[in-house]
């Protein structure tokens, strides 16, 4: 019992169903059949143990290979981890940046459709996304920075559309930035406890959680008068209200500031997730 509480082996994380989702999907364009088998075990792995935690040789015997395998195809296991956290935040930008959204003929359909495709996606790659949302500090500062632009993108894409519905008075006079962190707390925070074999498919999830990101921007929230201006309307905005990713320092996170024992505390095991 006491293994089984430090950490998955490779053979346990292969059927696990908290494991299972869609990521192989997300890189199959981009690489060969031998890297995608690599890019899909170092998501478990790095999902089920934490980067620190997770070897190269737990990589490749995720896919029946030897330990020096995955050095033909990636020069470095933070590498491997780039390139799940850039394919994973690119997708997941594009999925939100398509016709439908931009031809939604007003804000509340545009921001329904914002947030069911941004909730359904990172459902039905809960597995990468948990990785992409949970091992930042392990990225060196280049590779930190990059993504970091990504998630400012996304962010600004619902941001732009709260505020368009504020402005013609299709939403309550909300605060902007605050709503915008809870909305992309609910499409984010699902991947903790997510499975696909659980009670709501990725479509019915993202309807849901439209429903609600709808409520916070047509509801008078308590205290506030109908009407009355919030700070973000005013023009008044402190860089942590905004939502903005933190700048991280030019020095590369040390791996023993963030594990214990071999295990990165921060990262949520899948031992702890229930089903949906």
């Not at 330990?67 to 997708?91: C, D, N, Q």
């Not at 605050?178 to 699902?190: A, H, N, P, Q």
Request: aromatic share 6%; net charge neutral.
């Amino acid at each position: 019992m006491a293994k089984r509480q430090a950490r998955f082996t490779p053979q346990e994380m292969e059927d696990d169903p908290r494991l299972l989702d869609q990521s192989p999907d997300l890189w199959s364009e981009e690489f060969g059949e031998v890297a995608r088998g690599l890019l899909a075990s170092a998501v478990r792995c790095f999902a089920a143990n934490g980067f620190h935690a997770t070897t190269t040789r737990d990589i490749s015997a995720g896919v029946g290979l030897s330990p020096a395998a995955l050095y033909v195809h990636f020069p470095s296991k933070e590498l491997v981890l780039h390139e799940i956290m850039r394919i994973g935040h690119e997708r997941a930008l594009a999925h939100i940046q398509v016709p439908e959204v931009e031809a939604a003929g007003s804000a509340e359909d545009r921001l329904r459709l914002l947030m069911k495709r941004y909730t359904a996606w990172h459902a039905r790659h809960h597995v990468a996304a948990r990785v992409c949302q949970y091992e930042l500090n392990a990225l060196t500062p280049d590779h930190y920075d990059e993504i970091r632009e990504l998630r400012r993108r996304t962010n600004e894409v619902f941001r732009t559309t709260v505020a368009r519905g504020v402005a013609d008075g299709t939403f309550t006079q909300v605060d902007v930035n605050r709503v915008v962190r809870g909305m992309l707390s609910l499409g984010i925070d699902l991947v903790r406890w997510y499975r696909l074999d659980g009670a709501d498919s990725p479509d019915e999830l993202g309807e849901f959680y439209a429903g609600l990101a709808l409520r916070m921007v047509t509801e008078t929230a308590p205290g506030r008068e109908p009407g009355s201006e919030s700070p973000t309307a005013s023009g008044s905005e402190s860089p942590t209200a905004s939502g903005r990713e933190p700048a991280r320092s030019r020095k590369a996170a040390s791996p023993k500031a963030s594990s214990r024992n071999g295990r990165k505390e921060s990262s949520p095991s899948v031992r702890g997730s229930d089903a949906s």
